[in-house]
């Protein structure tokens, strides 16, 4: 199986310097750990987003196994007094004292799209300095208040509650929970917008928080992009071809919901079917970037070159430097001519 990490790699090399880098520097020293002893001695730690004066943002979860949490940065060290917690949605807002740190700017999760690059910004694996990973909108799912995300930027253990940012360095997302398998990691943000409620909860000073969050729902409880995520890392591909096909009859409207329905089906050689998906998600979303190489390399397998080329002409209009990545994703010369 030909994967389009690589492609999508190149793309966003093409459009690096589409970025605002003051902006980003800013996002970057906005981000600062989390810290507290466990109940046995050990220590916890996560990520959190300064959001306002003595403010920090955070994942609930990260405040499950401590009493007496900090916020630290570097060797400095800013005591937590109190906390305004929504374990279901997973967010917490803590408050502290005499902490310095600039509050970043806000965007809006409503005013992204599938395929614009972003970055995320956490403290990974509890290193002292921030770490960033580049990548891109994979999916937007609609929930009462924003969107939740999906990304390619990677985050790892330590950075849950960290910062996802547009190129412009406005915050659009919490780094929240992910999905683990040999097919690699499936990254979910909440969305920003969930700070404005969260923002009017009162304050307690008891810790540890307590509650199961949205994504700790029982697996058939959860949301089909939530559900498809597990077995699509996993490799499971009678496993996503299920859920999916379950999602498709939920929601016909949903672009992703094909395009997952395609994935499993290319996947176990079902090139027909997997065609029909992959043609159902691009009616839905013409700039549905990875289901037009998909329905590609489908067309290839099949040997229909006249679709290879149309679906080219598609890209030639949609961006003319995705032709190459194309070219190149199938692995055939020019105008994709064997």
């Excluded at 001695?41 to 987003?49: F, N």
Aim: glycine letters at 8%; proline letters at 5%; charged letters at 20%.
């Amino acid at each position: 199986m030909k994967y389009l990490l690589l492609a999508y790699l190149l793309i966003s090399s093409a459009v690096a310097n589409a970025y605002n880098q003051q902006a980003l520097v800013e996002a970057y020293f906005s981000v600062v750990m989390i810290r507290g002893y466990n109940l046995d001695g050990g220590m916890a730690y996560g990520s959190g987003v300064v959001v306002g004066d003595n403010t920090v943002v955070t994942n609930c979860h990260v405040l499950r196994a401590t009493k007496q949490p900090w916020v630290s940065r570097g060797e400095d060290s800013y005591p937590i007094t109190e906390v305004r917690a929504d374990a279901w949605h997973d967010l917490c807002m803590v408050t502290t004292h005499n902490m310095p740190f600039k509050p970043v700017l806000r965007g809006h999760s409503g005013d992204l799209a599938r395929g614009q690059e972003i970055t995320a910004i956490g403290h990974s694996n509890g290193v002292p300095a921030p770490i960033t990973s580049v990548g891109e909108i994979q999916g937007l799912y609609p929930t009462p208040g924003g969107n939740m995300i999906r990304s390619s930027a990677k985050f790892l253990m330590g950075a849950s509650g960290s910062g996802l940012f547009d190129m412009e360095g406005r915050l659009v997302g919490i780094n929240t929970f992910k999905t683990a398998g040999s097919g690699g990691s499936v990254h979910f943000a909440l969305p920003v917008e969930w700070l404005d409620t969260l923002e009017k909860m009162p304050a307690s000073t008891e810790f540890p928080v307590r509650g199961k969050a949205l994504w700790e729902e029982d697996e058939d409880k959860k949301p089909f992009y939530m559900r498809a995520a597990v077995p699509e890392s996993r490799q499971d591909w009678p496993a996503l071809q299920k859920v999916s096909q379950l999602w498709t009859v939920q929601d016909p409207n949903s672009a992703d919901a094909w395009f997952s329905l395609g994935l499993a089906l290319l996947s176990l050689k079902q090139l027909e079917p997997a065609a029909s998906a992959f043609d159902k998600a691009v009616n839905l979303d013409k700039q549905f970037i990875e289901a037009w190489f998909r329905r590609g390399d489908v067309a290839q397998q099949q040997g229909d070159q006249k679709m290879v080329q149309q679906i080219e002409t598609q890209l030639q209009q949609i961006d003319p430097t995705l032709v190459p990545i194309y070219q190149a994703y199938l692995g055939c010369d020019q105008h994709c001519q064997k």
